[in-house]
């Protein structure tokens, strides 16, 4: 138990599909995170959202949409993904001030497009 | 950009010897971490360093910050089996934010 929950485990999509992922963090962190994890770049930040305001945005192609409704959910919305896109997403939180700012992971996604 | 390189990227050992991964930052750091992510895992948070020279250790893996605070390494003393795994440096660049920067990552092997 991470205290970071992701659904689904797994996810397969056409490249003109839409889905979501989903993200609930029970541990009252101020910060949420995605991370895109594949093996030409192992931990690659592309989501910040701090309060439920996003406060990073590290050029992540529009097919990506994030969404943080409160504190305790984050959402990644996808559509037309292309097969470079298939990778292990993670979502993570943190809180600033609090044990350091260390970032608790969830179990991630494994997305593959096809 | 501000990058954190991790080398080696791979390390395949023999169970009980020892195996060491640095990271290193352009800048200079408020703080570093360090998290191991198993096979099939994800990251999970070992140690955080924060005073220039801070050397920790937690059994047989011993943490070291640089005196400038800008490198990192991590030393495993006679390896197991289970301590295969991805090891990650987490830069974090200043004090009041949450971003850390994660370093490439070093995939140890431990061949019984």
């Known amino acids: ?114 | 950009g501000q990058q954190v390189m991790q080398i080696p990227q791979y390390q395949h050992v023999q169970e009980g010897e020892d195996f060491t991964t640095y990271c290193n930052s352009s800048t200079t750091l408020s703080n570093i971490q360090w998290y191991k992510q198993r096979p099939g895992g994800h990251p999970v948070f070992l140690i955080q360093l924060v005073k220039s020279g801070e050397v920790k250790k937690q059994k047989r893996l011993t943490f070291q910050f640089g005196e400038a605070k800008k490198n990192s390494s991590l030393h495993i003393t006679a390896t197991q089996t289970t301590d295969v795994g991805t090891y990650f440096c987490a830069a974090g660049l200043s004090s009041g934010t949450y971003k850390y920067i994660f370093g490439t990552g070093t995939r140890l092997k431990v061949l019984a």
């Open chain 1, 1 to 114: 138990e991470t205290g970071v929950t992701q659904t689904p485990r797994h996810l397969v999509m056409g490249m003109t599909n839409k889905k979501s992922l989903k993200c609930e963090q029970h541990l009252g962190h101020n910060a949420m995170y995605w991370y895109k994890q594949s093996a030409k770049k192992p931990l690659e930040l592309m989501f910040v959202y701090s309060l439920e305001e996003r406060v990073e945005n590290n050029s992540v192609p529009s097919r990506f949409s994030p969404e943080c409704p409160n504190s305790s959910h984050l959402f990644l919305h996808l559509h037309t993904l292309q097969p470079e896109d298939s990778a292990l997403y993670l979502c993570a939180s943190s809180q600033e001030g609090r044990e350091g700012d260390i970032v608790h992971f969830g179990d991630g996604t494994r997305l593959s497009i096809l």
